[in-house]
């Protein structure tokens, strides 16, 4: 089955972009900033900043898991997937999306973090993809994840896609557009009015 062959994509891509979008980026933040840039859970247990970074971190724990339980047969693939079509779709997909990832991670500079301090003041950054929209790292890590789908396509890794559209955006609309716009005020506000959320256009604060 090709579907076989390409979990083990799927597992060599997730340990790839963990490696690249966490690994490696925390790296580079330390060496130029000190600090690793993981701000971690934030919020008291069962607040809506709690419950945002839980359900990210089973998105990933659901995606890694993905194509291990369906390479040791403990899941099954949906045989509609089973085709080099859809290899080439998910290959395509991370790819991109990683790619993008990247990208945007770059145009962060000092500013990225993983997680919200509500202590620290981090410069808005509007160049780069952020152009276009306001949060491309997670339009780019959700298309990296539908890639990771497409390779591994069994219910857990549906679950995991699910799971990470929902955890980010928790975190994006009641976690941290509301601390950028305390932090930032009318800064933000006229460039949200101005950059799709997601999408180029969509979302957009009115």
């Not at 980010?168 to 009641?174: D, F, G, M, P, Y």
């Amino acid at each position: 089955m090709v579907t076989q062959g390409t979990a083990e994509i799927a597992l060599g891509g997730f340990v790839v972009f963990a490696l690249l979008a966490f690994g490696l980026r925390a790296a580079v933040h330390y060496r130029r900033t000190g600090t690793t840039g993981f701000v971690g859970i934030s919020g008291r247990v069962g607040s809506v900043e709690w419950l945002g970074g839980v359900l990210f971190i089973v998105a990933l724990a659901a995606a890694v898991a993905a194509p291990v339980l369906q390479l040791a047969g403990r899941v099954e693939a949906s045989p509609a997937f089973d085709g080099r079509w859809a290899m080439a779709a998910g290959i395509g997909f991370y790819l991109v999306g990683v790619a993008a990832t990247l990208w945007a991670q770059l145009a962060m500079g000092e500013s990225w973090r993983i997680g919200v301090d509500e202590s620290e003041r981090t410069a808005l950054v509007a160049s780069g993809p952020f152009r276009w929209v306001r949060n491309p790292i997670y339009t780019a890590m959700t298309i990296a994840t539908v890639g990771l789908a497409l390779l591994a396509p069994n219910p857990l890794s549906c679950i995991a896609l699910v799971t990470l559209i929902v955890a980010l955006e928790i975190q994006v609309r009641l976690v941290e557009e509301p601390y950028l716009s305390r932090i930032h005020g009318e800064r933000y506000r006229r460039w949200a009015e101005q950059t799709g959320r997601f999408l180029p256009m969509i979302g957009r604060m009115v």
